[in-house]
């Protein structure tokens, strides 16, 4: 079993930095995938970014890549999100999930084939 719990969120202007991190229990999470979603009001969880057990692999959604970089630190069991060049369109709700199969296949975008959420971290961007 695995608990995520993220942070960093927080109110920045457009063109600011914010990093997220989620903090992951259990022992076995660093043989786990990673990943980050996003959701605003009246909208779907929509896919940020992913990162494989090893960190080496990773997959970013048109919307952020080239902004967002996802990175981890397995002796931390914590997972990251580095935001740059925020746009208000990036305002929402930043979720952390795990699944126990620690590749990226062509599903990862797919919000079922996570095992793990946690309760979100809130981002807010004013233009």
């Known amino acids: 079993q695995v608990q995520l719990a993220e942070s960093g969120g927080g109110m920045v202007q457009a063109g600011d930095s914010l990093r997220l991190s989620c903090a992951a229990s259990?022992?076995?999470?660093?043989?786990?995938?990673a990943a980050w979603f996003r959701q605003s009001p009246g909208k779907e969880r929509e896919f940020v970014a992913a990162?494989?057990?090893?960190?080496?692999?990773?997959h970013y959604s048109d919307a952020v890549k080239d902004r967002f970089s996802i990175s981890r630190d397995n002796a931390k069991n914590t997972v990251y999100l580095q935001m740059n060049s925020l746009k208000p369109e990036d305002a929402a709700a930043y979720f952390c999930?795990?699944?126990?199969?620690?590749?990226?296949?062509?599903?990862?975008?797919?919000?079922?084939?996570?095992?793990?959420w946690g309760q979100g971290t809130q981002v807010s961007v004013s233009s």
């Open positions: 999930a795990a699944k126990v199969d620690g590749t990226l296949g062509r599903m990862v975008a797919t919000t079922t084939i996570w095992n793990y």
């Open positions: 259990g022992r076995t999470f660093s043989s786990y995938a």
């Open positions: 990162i494989n057990w090893g960190g080496v692999v990773t």
